[in-house]
């Protein structure tokens, strides 16, 4: 019997291509969309995994000669993403609930769901590779460094990237969209969508007033000598680095540099003053072990930033037992900048690269004057 693989059809061209390609290899391919269905009514949204999507993936299923199930994640995506979302964004933090969706969501219940129909893999349309290494496995950059999702993907463990199939890591996205030519499927010519998933037409202020308006409060906003210079709406409607919206005429571009949720205060200054260089981290994960000691590596801060040189500094606590010192490691580490970089955003996350290897991440928790 073939091997099965779930995979995770969105109704685009990437997932529908993996979809086409494990077929071509041999696998027996089941399709299953998540469905949120959380557009307006009346309206059929046509980003990932709206309505519009489970349509187009059962007519990319049907040509295929597949078998597809749609599954219905709307609580989930409430309880593990959204709540997230809101409440970070009430913190005067920015998530990134694309990674929350990753590791609870595409990579948690639905492998779930993969393994409940004895499936060997779940596969995906994300542009990444996954690396096999004498002492286990790590995630790898994508060919097509334009589309590279690893950033994304940092959270995935050992037991998830042994299960998982990344068909398009290394193809480029115009290759893929030839492939789909090829294989004649029904999106072949659809527009890819950058949207999130759960805000309509993208806006995410749109969405916060809608779920969470009756918690803003108005704030001051000071500049860098603690001149009150304006209003803001509240602290969940801005982010770091920001510019546009602000109101404010200064003579000269201003820039959001500091969200305070314990006095409600944002600050602005000029672009410099956005740019920092050493902050902190919690929430650590590593591909395969923690570090126990400084390490130069590559960190990117926002899925958009370039990756910068930087030391990755974890702290740690050391015990002696018997026979050795043994580190226990905590989830913070310290990281600083060869040189600043603009808006250091708490609640982003930093990713570690060795060369295109995925080595791990954290939250950013806390920007260092």
């Known amino acids: 019997m073939n091997k099965r693989v779930i995979v995770g ?10 979809a086409a390609l494990l077929k071509e290899q041999g696998y027996e391919v ?31 299923a049907h040509k295929l000669g597949i078998r597809h199930y749609v599954l219905n994640m709307r609580k989930a995506l409430e309880e593990r993403v959204i709540r997230y979302f809101c409440k970070e964004y009430l913190s005067g933090r920015t998530p990134n609930p694309c990674i929350v969706c990753n590791q609870y969501l595409k ?24 690396l096999k290494t004498p002492s286990g496995l790590l995630l790898r950059k994508a060919k097509d460094l334009k589309k590279d999702q690893s950033y994304f993907l940092y959270r995935l463990n050992q037991a998830q990237l042994k299960a998982i199939l990344f068909p398009l890591g290394n193809y480029t996205k115009e290759e893929v969209r030839d492939l789909a030519r090829k294989f004649k499927l029904p999106v072949a010519e659809k527009k890819a969508s950058q949207e ?3 805000l309509p037409d993208n806006d995410y202020r749109a969405f916060l007033r809608a779920r969470i308006n009756k918690k803003m409060r108005p704030g001051p906003v000071v500049d860098t ?39 409600n205060q944002i600050c602005i200054g000029a672009k410099a003053d956005a740019c920092q260089r050493e902050f902190l981290t919690r929430d650590l994960h590593f591909a395969l072990r923690p570090l126990k000691k400084k390490v130069a590596l590559k960190v990117k801060i926002r899925y958009n930033h370039k990756e910068a040189r930087a030391w990755v500094i974890p702290f740690g606590k050391k015990t002696t037992g018997r026979k050795a010192v043994v580190w226990l490691p905590i989830a913070k580490a310290k990281i600083s900048f060869k040189q600043p970089q603009f808006a250091v955003t708490p609640g982003q996350s930093a990713v570690f690269y060795q060369q295109d290897r995925v080595l791990g991440g954290a939250i950013i928790d806390k920007v260092i004057k």
Do not use: W
């Open 30 to 60: 089941i399709g299953i969309t998540m469905c949120f269905n959380l557009a307006p009514a009346g309206r059929k949204k046509s980003g990932c995994c709206s309505l519009r999507g489970v349509e187009d993936a059962q007519r990319v």
């Open 225 to 263: 000598q603690g001149n009150i210079v304006g209003q803001h709406k509240g602290i969940a409607y801005y982010t770091i680095g920001q510019r546009e919206g602000l109101g404010i005429a200064k003579g000269y571009p201003v820039y959001i540099t500091k969200i305070d949720p314990k006095t």
């Open 107 to 130: 990579f948690g219940e639905l492998l779930d769901k993969a393994r409940s129909l004895d499936a060997e893999f779940l596969a995906t349309g994300h542009y990444a590779r996954i």
């Open 196 to 198: 999130i998933c759960f």
């Open 9 to 18: 059809m969105s109704g685009g061209v990437d997932s529908s291509v993996a």
